[in-house]
Structures are given as C-alpha cells and as structure tokens.
C-alpha cells in the first residue's frame, strides 16, 4: 500500500466472523485508578488463563518435543526482577538426520549439518502495556525457535499503571536486549538431541546479535528498543525487527477519536493515515480500549513526541541508523492501528532507505493470530533472520 493509505477496511472474513470471539464485547471498564486495582489484577489473571488454555489445546510436536524452555530473570536497572522465558532448539548432532517431528523450515539457517544461529530473537508481548506475562504469546515463541531454528528470549516487562509508567516498559525490555547481547541471559543455542550442550563462549557472545520481535504494544517497545540501539551505538547489533500489528502514534484521551494530526503524527505523516475511525474497530480493538491503555502508559505531554515513547517520531538520523536492521511490519485491515504500521513502515522506507517488507492480512482483524487460533505466520521471521546471518561476516 502507498499512501494515502485507504479510508475504509475491507469486510471481516467470513472465518473469523463465525468464530465466538468476533461478537462485540461488553463495554470495556475503565482503566481503574488505585482504589480499583483488583479489578484489573482479576483482568489480568482471567488473560493469563485464557491464553494458558487456548496454548494448551495447540501444543503438540514439534512444539514440546523439539526445544527445550526454561525460565529465569535478569535483574533491572532499578533491581527489579524481569522474568524471561528462554527457548532453545534442539537439533540433531552432526551429520545426522533429523528426528520426524523436528522442524527444519526451507531457507531456515538451522540444519543438521550447521552450527547454530548466532541470532537471539527477542520477543516482547502485546496487551495494550496492562495485561500480558510469558504464557501470552507462549505459542508464537515455540514456533519461532522450532520453525526457524534460533535461541528465543521472552521477556515480561513491568505492566501499566501500577507496576510502572513510561519509561519502565521501555527500559525492561532495553535492559534485557543488553543482557542478551553481553551474555548474561545464558541463551542454549542448538542444544543438541540428547545432550545439553551449551554452545555459548566468549567467541559466541562476541558475535551474538539480536532480532527485536513484538505484538502490538509488544511492537511499540520492539521498535522503540531499535532506535535506542541506535542512538546508543548499538544498532550493528540488531540486525532484524519484526513488528506485528504495532502501535507507533500515542492515542490518549488528549486526543479524542481522530484528533488533530499534529496531536499525535509528525508532519511527514499527517494526511496518511486513515485507520483511527469507528468503522476499523472491531471485538477485538476499539478506540476506547486503545485510549485506556495510552492513558495508563501515561507518557508526559512533553514527551509524546519521543520516539523512545513513540516511533512514529524518530528523526532522520534514527531511521538512517536503523538500516542495518531488515523490517518486517504485518497489518491487519480491520484494524484501528492498521496505519500506525503503515506509516512507520513508510517512514522507514522514505527517511532511512531501510529494507522494509510489509505484509496487509486483508479482511483480519488486529492479532487475530492469538485470538482466533490461526495459522501462525513465520515467513517475515524467516526473512528478517536470514539476513541477520550474513550481517558483519
């Protein structure tokens, strides 16, 4: 899509209009203060179990046979512990064939006859920064280490309102792409069958290099991280960003509905956009659940405009840095953050000349892929790590 982007979704499609999950929701409750606390404690845990059950009727090899899991933490730069999952593919030793139910995808850089990728995906959930932990997209970081054979890092960052406002979130998730790169989250490479054999030394570390991957406000803080890398000097070392249904535009109660452009885009944006209006929400997204979740990050007005709270924002030196790294930005078309992703991928492509592939699933709604239990998409992530192997070699 070029833009202007169109002003009206195409229709819902059939599938997932019969699916339960598709009926409008009651209204969403407000995003408590406070004296309401439990209530979003109960809404997170009723999450966490909806995702918990809906992963377990999908699990099946290779998805528990052909990795091995583990978790951990890495302490923040305030001490607090950040859980992570780490999920490491497990090969076959050299020079044999792989099992029936390992999972060796064309193109993939994982192989029985190859060493292991020196790429670490980094994964960061979704949830609108207030619900979400490491059981939420549980699933799509099996497939990735499975389908693609690399070392995956789920981290769990510190939820909004009560645990943290911005900057917290960011800097979790930034705390943990340094721990990943230096070595102190003990990734298992290639474990290979049989034996847990860590293949991680100094040489390793060295050449570790990282994929910043997220869902929705997952995707926020994985492009925020990619212009941090940047601004920090770091940039050679993200090498891919994969960022699915992103949030990139702030879109608090400061802006009601559409807004005024200059509220929340830049000006190379303004007029682009089209997808924040009524007619793109859908049961799974409305506006109203998107201000709750930009209210409750609580970015400081002076701040909206920061890239390190908002990509959409990020400068022309910021884009230009970020080439280093392949971009894949998957959209729905049903969406209200449709063009958020469309135009940061925009942007990208104009401001920074960086490789961008983008995907427009027509007539889905925004993450479908974990509501509605469909078919995982893994070539962007194929495609992003591909060429991360042959970055600095």
Known sequence: MRPPFPPHPTPLHPTFLSNPLSKPPAPPPAIPPSSSLAQLLSRR??????????????LSPPLTTGLHIRNTTLPSSDGHAIPLRLYSPILPPPNTTAPADTVVSPGSTASPDTKTSDIIVLYIHGGGLLVGDLDSEDLTCRRVCVGVGVGVVSVAYRLAPDEGVWPVQGDDV????????EGEVDVELGIEAG???????????KKRKVVIMGSSSGSQLAACASIRAVREGWEKKVVGVVLRCPVTCYGGSAVSGEGKEEDWLPPWARGMHQSRKAEFENALLRLEGMRQSHDAYAVPPAHRTSPLAYPIWASETDMRG??????FVQVCDNDILRDDGLCYAEGLKRFGGVDVRVDVVEGWPHTFWLKAGEVEEMRGVRWVVDLGEGVGR
């Not at 930034?174 to 790169?181: F, L, M, N, P, T």
């Not at 034996?195 to 570390?205: C, F, Q, T």
């Not at 970020?322 to 971009?327: F, P, V």
Request: proline letters at 0%; aromatic letters at 6%; one cysteine or more.
């Open 195 to 205: 034996e847990r054999k860590v293949r991680d030394g100094a040489e390793k570390v």
């Open 174 to 181: 930034w705390r943990v792409v340094k721990g990943v790169v």
């Open 45 to 58: 845990a009723a999450y966490s179990s909806a995702c918990r059950t809906r992963n377990a009727a999908q």
């Open 322 to 327: 970020l080439r280093h790294a392949r971009h």
